[in-house]
């Protein structure tokens, strides 16, 4: 009787270190343009394109939704941040400081959203709170929207990781 030799499993410290690597990479990038109307409590509507890192395609979606927090009743902002992990999912809650410039944490289903947003209100400060959104399905694959060598290097490291 003859046995199949034991492979012995991958987690040499190599593979943890580079495991750790892969893990810190982000899966995308977002801009974001979003616009509100309001006074406490607002309705929003933004248009978001994404530059998944797995792929190199960049992809748009809108969303819609309501914000509970302080609007300044008109306002605006421009985002960015960087996703990990995916979703299937077309439900979202962000989370926004009320400055001019402030971070915001996203999540939808399994992926999270990290980023910096800059924005401009009629009324006083930016508005900032809680937002809860329902974006269409994303649409479009085309090539292109890295903006800086850094976006061509954690496209090259995703691909490494994979």
């Known amino acids: 009787m003859t046995s199949d030799p034991v492979v012995p499993p991958k ?5 943890t270190v580079a495991q750790k690597f892969c893990s810190a990479i982000p899966d995308a990038r977002t801009i974001t343009l979003d616009a509100g109307a309001g006074g406490l409590g607002s309705v929003h509507g933004s248009v978001t394109a994404t530059l998944d890192y ?13 914000q509970v927090g302080w609007n300044g009743v008109l306002s605006g902002q421009f985002s960015s941040g960087f996703v990990y992990g995916s979703s299937d999912s077309n439900r979202s809650v962000s989370y926004s400081g009320g400055a001019a410039v402030s971070p915001y944490y ?40 890295e903006v800086s060598p850094l976006e061509y290097l954690l496209e090259f490291a995703k691909q490494v990781c994979k």
């Open 11 to 15: 987690n040499g410290i190599l593979t």
């Open 54 to 66: 797995k792929t190199g395609l960049t992809s748009f979606s809108a969303a819609g939704g309501f």
């Open 106 to 145: 996203s999540r939808s289903g399994n992926a999270r959203e990290f980023g910096l947003g800059v924005g401009v209100s009629l009324l006083g400060s930016v508005g900032g709170g809680r937002t809860a959104s329902v974006s269409t399905a994303s649409v479009g694959a085309v090539p292109g929207l």
